[in-house]
């Protein structure tokens, strides 16, 4: 390889252009191609947790996902006790398994992702996760009647006297302030959870519509914010009128039994208001009907 040094004219006189050898540059190898593995699966495994028998499979990959077809073909779900399932995509990343009728209770059901299979993906390992099923924990929640029924595996467990949404303050066309009537999936719960009116914008504590709360037995039901939780105080309304701001307020001793029986993937079915939940508002994945459902697999119908 020859280089040559920089010609410059200095008192009249022409530098000479001198001749330098270097060592052969180092082939330049592309960069590895990116493999494609899971990140998260939820809800956890049959030891960590039993699940409801309303429960999503939620997958999300490290990146986004190019052939969706292919990846598809190579996630399987298997039961115990079979019913017809189907994946759904919401994003380049998260892929969402839900089935077309509710999970039979006191089951295991397997989840096999063959990444490895994907031409290019030899590398990366395939994943199994099992889910344990529990008890078929179905609850209705009547906000005209201002009562939650419970069901557990088919025979109704417990009779609640609630609170749900008042209505009354209507954002962007929405009345944020009322309970969202559809099919709910528990997504998680707290002892204590810690409420604020910052969701509504108001975080100074002079604004009479501030208000932040220690609210114990929180089970979470939707990503707006609702709940099934112990009501702070007002417990003349329990049972007679809606007074909340969206959340289904419940008694002290069935709040704290209703969170004790909780389970992710639970069903709480919401009736009599004028909201109405939307399909991906958290899980409430069983707001699509089937055929609607089945639209979002990028696998031919």
Not at 22 to 41: Q, S
Not at 105 to 111: A, E, G, R, Y
Request: charged fraction near 25%; aromatic fraction near 10%; hydrophobic fraction near 40%.
């Amino acid at each position: 390889m020859r280089l040559f040094v920089a010609v410059a004219l200095a008192c009249g006189l022409l530098a000479v252009p001198s001749v330098a050898h270097a060592k052969p540059a180092a082939a330049v190898t592309p960069a590895a191609a990116k493999k494609l593995d899971i990140a998260d699966i939820t809800p956890m495994g049959q030891d960590k947790e039993k699940v409801g028998v309303g429960f999503p499979i939620i997958v999300t990959f490290d990146r986004d996902v190019q052939d969706k077809a292919a990846v598809e073909a190579l996630l399987q779900v298997q039961s115990e006790r079979p019913v017809d399932g189907a994946w759904r995509w919401v994003s380049a990343r998260k892929v969402i398994y839900r089935t077309k009728f509710y999970w039979k209770p006191h089951q295991k059901v397997t989840f096999t992702a063959q990444l490895s299979k994907l031409p290019g993906n030899e590398s990366v390992k395939d994943v199994t996760q099992r889910f344990a099923v529990g008890p078929a924990n179905i609850s209705v929640v009547d906000t005209r009647k201002h009562v939650m029924r419970v069901t557990r595996d088919g025979k109704l467990a417990k009779k609640i006297p609630i609170s749900a949404g008042k209505g009354g303050l209507v954002k962007n066309g929405v009345d944020v302030y009322l309970t969202t009537s559809g099919i709910h999936l528990a997504m998680n719960k707290k002892p204590v959870e810690t409420m604020t009116s910052s969701w509504l914008g108001v975080t100074d504590p002079k604004d009479p519509r501030y208000y932040k709360e220690e609210i114990p037995w929180a089970v979470r039901i939707s990503d707006s914010g609702e709940y099934v939780h112990q009501s702070a105080g007002y417990y003349h309304f329990l049972g007679r009128s809606n007074q909340s701001h969206g959340c289904v307020r419940a008694t002290p001793a069935g709040a704290k039994w209703f969170y004790g029986i909780a389970q992710r993937g639970d069903v709480i079915k919401i009736t009599g208001t004028k909201r109405k939940l939307d399909w991906n508002n958290g899980w409430s994945y069983w707001q699509l009907n089937w055929t609607e459902w089945k639209k979002g697999s990028a696998l031919p119908r």
